[in-house]
């Protein structure tokens, strides 16, 4: 459990970086548009990708309901 906290904080602030915003503002971003659902349901796997990858990955989920950022 330790290493996907650890893991799932390194994505929220990769992508924190990635969109240009501060993590508490990415945290309830994903928060509000099932991003962090999707890091929790989909560990197994998006743990495996690069963190590129895991930014794309949350930008569609979130995207698909109802995020704006691109």
Request: aromatic share 12%.
């Amino acid at each position: 459990m330790d290493k996907q906290i650890s893991w799932t904080v390194a994505a929220i602030s990769e992508f924190a970086k990635a969109k240009a915003l501060s993590v508490k503002q990415v945290f309830n971003y994903l928060s509000l548009f099932k991003g962090l659902d999707f890091l929790q349901e989909h560990y197994g796997a998006e743990h495996l990708l690069s963190f590129d990858d895991a930014v794309d990955d949350l930008t569609a989920i979130c995207q698909r309901n109802g995020g704006q950022i691109r």
